[in-house]
């Protein structure tokens, strides 16, 4: 059976550089992102335009998304992990 070293990945999260506010905010822009990626985004932090993705995920396991704004130098890596929906068919 194989498993994935997680600690091997070089990437870390790093959620705790944003406030509650900016979390929620960081949340749906990347929402609003998958949705429109060539859509001109704002910056969960100060609300600039043309905030930069890089998708750095590791399918099925998690997405990884790194945030970056050229504005206020918000540079952050944002970690969603990947479960099963609960009552989901496999
Ligand atoms: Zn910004």
Same mark, same amino acid.
Request: include cysteine; charged fraction near 20%.
């Given at each position: ?27 749906? !822009?990347? #929402?609003?992102?998958?949705?429109? =990626?060539? /859509? ?5 932090? @100060?609300?600039?335009? $043309? *905030? !930069?993705? #890089?998708?750095?995920?590791?399918? =099925?396991? /998690? ?5 970056? @704004?050229?504005?206020? $130098? *918000? ?16």
């Amino acid at each position: 059976m194989y498993l994935w070293n997680l600690t091997d990945i070089s990437v870390k999260p790093d959620h705790q550089l944003l406030n509650d506010s900016e979390w929620h905010k960081a949340h749906k !822009a990347i #929402a609003a992102w998958k949705n429109a =990626p060539a /859509a001109n985004h704002a910056c969960p932090r @100060c609300d600039a335009p $043309g *905030l !930069a993705f #890089a998708d750095h995920s590791v399918r =099925p396991y /998690a997405e990884w998304y790194k945030l970056s @704004c050229s504005k206020c $130098g *918000l540079d952050v890596t944002m970690h969603l992990p990947l479960a099963p929906t609960p009552g989901a068919s496999v």
